[in-house]
T-cell receptor, first 113, second 113 residues
């Protein structure tokens, strides 16, 4: 069964610093992978997705993620954090038997001034 | 904006009472999902639907039922609410069988006292 592991339930960075949020997946078939962002008291918004095209995927708000099959990873990065990036981030993989997404437990990003 | 609304957005109820949450979409997508979000668990699938009157159980379906009598509406019912069902509930739609991206509604925050 597919699963997703997000390392670090909380990550704190300074404004302007690199953001790195880690995601590892397990999948028996080539997966589709997603990053969603959730701002406080809001729904989930798609940041970016990997669908077996380019391994480096660019998303909204300056985020990007790189699919590394050998490492079964899909880490999310942003070169320079903004205060507005403070939110919870979820990595997800397709492959639920019902066509659903399998989510990681989420990483809450704090950005210090 | 995927045209998804959820109602109510907030609800407080008492243990043992029935509760119905509504998800409404404006774009006639075939696939709809109900997830619950709990701290430390990410999002977990409750039920899903692949068409009118076609529904099935997800990972955490005990204590929940669903109905879909129209393409645009997917209802989630807690037959007899328990405190363990205090959660944030999200509806999601998927535009097509080959399209893997899911789009989420704004969520319903439910408190069972």
């Amino acid at each position: 069964a597919q699963s997703v592991t997000q390392l670090g339930s909380h990550v704190s960075v300074s404004e302007g610093a690199l953001v790195l949020l880690r995601c590892n997946y397990s999948s028996s078939v080539p997966p589709y992978l997603f990053w969603y962002v959730q701002y406080p008291n809001q729904g989930l918004q798609l940041l970016l997705k990997y669908t077996s095209a380019a391994t480096l995927v660019k998303g909204i708000n300056g985020f990007e993620a790189e699919f590394k099959k050998s490492e079964t990873s899909f880490h999310l990065t942003k070169p320079s954090a903004h205060m507005s990036d403070a939110a919870e981030y979820f990595c997800a993989v397709t492959g639920g038997s019902q066509g659903n997404l399998i989510f990681g437990k989420g990483t809450k990003l704090s950005v210090k001034p | 904006d995927a045209g998804i609304t959820q109602s109510p957005r907030h609800k407080v109820t008492e243990t043992g009472t029935p509760v119905t949450l509504r998800c409404h979409q404006t774009e006639n997508h075939r696939y709809m999902y109900w997830y619950r979000q709990d701290p430390g668990h990410g999002l977990r699938l409750i039920h899903y639907s692949y068409g009118v009157k076609d529904t099935d159980k997800g990972e955490v379906s005990d204590g929940y039922s669903v109905s879909r009598s129209k393409t645009e509406d997917f209802l989630l019912t807690l037959e007899s609410a328990t405190s363990s069902q205090t959660s944030v509930y999200f509806c999601a739609i998927k535009p097509g069988q080959g399209a893997e991206t899911q789009y989420f509604g704004p969520g319903t925050r439910l408190l069972v006292l």
